[in-house]
């Protein structure tokens, strides 16, 4: 089993629609987790970090974490062409490691 | 600006020809660490260093090399590519591990023929 699990995708929303990201990991240990966005041929960029069960809410985002179903998701309110990208979940396990999934692709159409 | 910065942004080398990409950050961070990102395997963690001096392997550390003599430098060191190190390099740094956010470079583009 990978530490953390993504569909690959592509999850195609229409422009306005809600996009829901999920992803899960495999160490109950894990303490803290982040979201991070990537355009083709860039670097990961930071979006959200959560370390709370919960909802975390910035602007049009929403991170929520459910650690007794290890499970981590991203809302993305009013989705919009230029957030097509890949979603990538990290997770930091009990190591020094940032541990990546697979990200998902994220496809919105106008 | 505060920023990561890496060199060179592409590279095509051939096989066994030594090389090295440079990472250096302005945050004054303590943690950095270099990723290899490939279709379908996602941002695998090649080495990492939490201090000046101090370095470990991540999960794929095999054919490469690295040294922290200076807080900003995190040089990575490939001595003898191979066609299979053909990958998306990232450098990253962070203000300290459990649980900091990482902030990553641009990317470094090799191919090895």
Same mark, same amino acid.
């Given at each position: 089993?990978?530490?953390?699990?993504?569909?690959? @995708?592509?999850?195609?929303?229409?422009?306005?629609?809600?996009?829901?990201?999920?992803?899960?990991?495999?160490?109950? $240990?894990?303490?803290?987790?982040?979201?991070?966005?990537?355009?083709? !041929?860039?670097?990961?960029?930071?979006?959200?970090?959560?370390?709370?069960? $919960?909802?975390?809410?910035? @602007?049009?985002?929403?991170?929520?974490?459910?650690?007794?179903?290890?499970?981590?998701?991203?809302?993305?309110?009013?989705?919009?062409?230029?957030?097509?990208?890949?979603?990538?979940?990290?997770?930091?396990?009990?190591?020094?490691?940032?541990?990546? $999934?697979?990200?998902?692709?994220?496809?919105?159409?106008? | 600006?505060?920023?990561?910065?890496?060199?060179?942004?592409?590279?095509?080398?051939?096989?066994?020809?030594?090389?090295?990409?440079?990472?250096?950050?302005?945050?004054?961070?303590?943690?950095?660490?270099?990723?290899?990102?490939?279709? !379908?395997?996602?941002?695998?963690?090649?080495?990492?260093?939490?201090?000046?001096?101090?370095?470990?392997? $991540?999960?794929?550390?095999? !054919?490469?090399?690295?040294?922290?003599?200076?807080?900003?430098?995190?040089?990575?060191?490939?001595?003898?590519?191979?066609?299979?190190?053909?990958?998306?390099?990232?450098?990253?740094?962070?203000?300290?591990? @459990? @649980?900091?956010?990482?902030?990553? !470079?641009?990317?470094?583009?090799?191919?090895?023929?």
């Amino acid at each position: 089993q990978k530490e953390v699990e993504q569909n690959s @995708g592509p999850l195609s929303v229409p422009e306005g629609a809600i996009a829901s990201l999920n992803c899960t990991y495999s160490d109950r $240990g894990s303490q803290s987790f982040f979201w991070y966005r990537q355009y083709s !041929g860039k670097s990961p960029e930071l979006i959200m970090f959560i370390y709370s069960n $919960g909802d975390k809410e910035d @602007g049009r985002f929403t991170a929520q974490l459910n650690k007794a179903s290890q499970y981590v998701s991203l809302l993305i309110r009013d989705s919009q062409p230029s957030d097509s990208a890949t979603y990538l979940c990290a997770a930091h396990l009990n190591t020094d490691k940032l541990i990546f $999934g697979t990200g998902t692709r994220l496809q919105v159409f106008p | 600006e505060a920023q990561v910065t890496q060199n060179p942004r592409y590279l095509i080398t051939v096989t066994g020809k030594k090389l090295t990409v440079t990472c250096s950050q302005n945050m004054n961070h303590e943690y950095m660490s270099w990723y290899r990102q490939d279709p !379908g395997l996602g941002l695998r963690q090649i080495y990492y260093s939490m201090n000046v001096e101090v370095t470990d392997k $991540g999960d794929v550390p095999e !054919g490469y090399k690295v040294s922290r003599k200076e807080k900003r430098n995190f040089p990575l060191i490939l001595e003898s590519p191979s066609p299979n190190q053909t990958s998306l390099y990232f450098c990253a740094s962070s203000p300290g591990t @459990g @649980g900091y956010e990482q902030y990553f !470079g641009p990317g470094t583009r090799l191919t090895v023929t």
